[in-house]
Each structure stands twice: as structure tokens, then as C-alpha cells.
């Protein structure tokens, strides 16, 4: 499913107000069904090795993880390291799906700080890494 098929009202530009660099939206896409997403259950475990951490997350649930954003942290709480390259970001996992993930950042961004990786989606609470 693609996520303009999720919506109950369609998008619409105005192309009568477009210019050559921008084109305003009439009518926004209505997304609020998505809230009615049941709570995803997705296992994270990161490995990190100078600057590169490989996360691994499996969808351990029987619904959708919608959007999954990943962020790596200076520490437990702390703040995200930045800038960081991640292979892939904001994706979805279905129901008993395995994917691996890698960011690459400055070490020295992490200060004296170990990294941790923090996972949350639209339908899930924020997980952390082991």
C-alpha cells in the first residue's frame, strides 16, 4: 500500500497560483485514518564500530510499523548526533519483517558519549537499542 492510498481525501495543487519554482496545495491529503494503526511491537538491536552503527530491527508484532525513524544519541537521553547518513529512514516494516540498517557520523560527535540508536514509528512507542 502506498501512502497517497491511505488517504480518505485526495491532495489537490493549485496550478493556477504555480510559478516556475512552486506550486501551492489547494486541499491537503486527509492522513488521520492512520491513526487507527494498532501499536507495532518492533525488537532494535544496533552494533557500532568507529563512526558506523548497524541497526537491526525486526517487526515481532502482526501489524504494520509505519514509518520507522531511527536517530542515534549521545548516550541514553542525550542529544542526536548530527550530521549523520543514514541508508535508509522514515520506511515501514511489515508483520514479521527483518531489516538492517546503517548510519555513518563523526566519532567525535559523540563526545565521550556511547552511541545509542532510538527507533520510533507512527504506531510505536520509542524503543531503544541493546
Sequence with gaps: MCIRDSSTTAETLDWDKS??????????????????????????????RQGATTVTLR?????????????????TGGEEVLPVL????????????????????????????APVVEADAWNMKTRISK
Excluded: C, M
Design 86 to 113: 543514514w541508508e535508509d529512514n522514515y520506511f515501514s516494516l511489515l508483520p514479521g519483517e527483518t531489516r538492517r540498517v546503517s548510519a555513518t557520523y563523526s566519532a567525535r560527535d559523540l563526545g565521550r558519549a
Design 19 to 48: 510559478t516556475w519554482y512552486y506550486t501551492p496545495t489547494r486541499t491537503f491529503a486527509d492522513f488521520t485514518a492512520l491513526n487507527q494503526l494498532p501499536p507495532a511491537n518492533v525488537e532494535i538491536s544496533s552494533v557500532t
Design 59 to 75: 517487526n515481532a508484532g502482526h501489524t504494520l510499523a509505519f514509518g520507522v525513524h531511527l536517530a542515534v544519541k549521545k548516550g
